[in-house]
């Protein structure tokens, strides 16, 4: 069914588990509240949220969890988007474009509430971004973010700070610093995160895949190689793949992005690691730091291609990482110990898929498209819960899957209001 690779390369994050927890596939009958299809990163969120809220569900994932576009994400929390909220409020006005940054901020906190939850420890920290102006012309806009996201109450400071190295002010002269953001583990966060739904109830099924689903009544019948699963509401967590559903207006504009991790013990000293650094410039260049003194990096975002080159592109790209970690740190050189591609799935007004898909009721696409995936992911999550209380979330009616016209990911429309 999947035609494109998700990753390539050598990948950090499965390095650092020690051991996986495993799950059976399904081989029965099941009747649930939820079925949660897909056991990457948005469905073991939805998964623990729902188990927190006493809602009955089932997660199925076609292969083992977490091993998708999860094992490849840098784990950057931000509650800022690749659209920044001045730039959000000039499309869709600043009330919502504020709701929805207000509503990512809680997410943040929410995900340290999921992440306080677990016992295992998910490499959640608290963390401020450094978002930098990447041209001396980008200083304006930059400067007009930080008044708007002020005068809404969102904590952020103006200038470059104290303690980051000179060769990186000299580069950066112009920045601005949001707090209130955070780094994680992604595998072993997600991995916790559904070993906690499992412990409190949530029944999760690997190597099952939803090869079908069709209405029986009130209930979803999602036939799965193996068995079958009966659920009134059905959560769409399947990443940047193509879903269950055949529902159009929902697939992301793909593109392959680039990372790498350092050696340990190579974060300079004169860097302060409770920064997370990125720029205005699209594609991004940043990076974050690990617990054992690793540099993850990434960025350079191109067309999807081959990826069957020889890994001569990865090889090329890391060389270029690399080059840009070294400019920002003259006299240091780095390694890369691990160095991996995945596609990146962006959306083409900039805002996730969520909510219940209009012409199918019950279907709740949980869709986060872009680079906060893991935000959305969370939004996705509360906005769920929300829905089956019967309330109507603040963003249902910006967020619900819908058609949007596919111009490229350099050329976004406007975005037509709810
Ligand atoms: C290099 C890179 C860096 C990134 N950095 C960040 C970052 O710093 N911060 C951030 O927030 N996001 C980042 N992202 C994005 C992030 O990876 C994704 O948003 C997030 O991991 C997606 O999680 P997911 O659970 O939605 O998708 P996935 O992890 O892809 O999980 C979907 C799962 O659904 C399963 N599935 C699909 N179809 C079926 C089916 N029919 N039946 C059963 N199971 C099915 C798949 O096997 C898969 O395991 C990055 C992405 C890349 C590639």
Redesign the pocket.
Known sequence: MNEFK??DGSLYWPKTMSFFPTYPSLRERAMTQVAI???????AICAATLAEADIPAVL????RV?????A??????QYSSDIMLSELADRIGEKDAVAFYAHSYKAVNDLSLLAAAIPQDGGYRARASLYCASETGDATKLRREYEMLRRHGFAADWGSPAGVGPGFKARYPEALVTHGDAELN?VRFAHGLIAQAARSGVRVFEH???TSMRRRGDWFVLTCDGGEILAHTVVR?????PG?DGAAGSEPLLRR?F?LATRPDSVPSEWRPDLMMWETARPYFYFRTTPDGRIIA?GLDEAMRDSADGGWTLQARTDKLLAELGALFPGRSFEAEYA?S???GESPDDLPFIGEHPEMPGLFHAL?YG?????Y?MLAASMLVARLRGEIHPLAGLLRPRQVANQGAKDKPAIRKA
Do not use: D, Q, R
């Open positions: 998700l990753h299809v897909g056991g990457g990163m948005t469905g199925v994932e076609e292969k977490a091993c998708a576009s999860t490849a994400n840098t784990g950057l929390i992604p099952t895949s939803v967590a399947t990443g940047y793949l269950v992005t990372a990434g991996w995945g596609a990146f986060g680079g906060n995936g893991t935000v992911a």
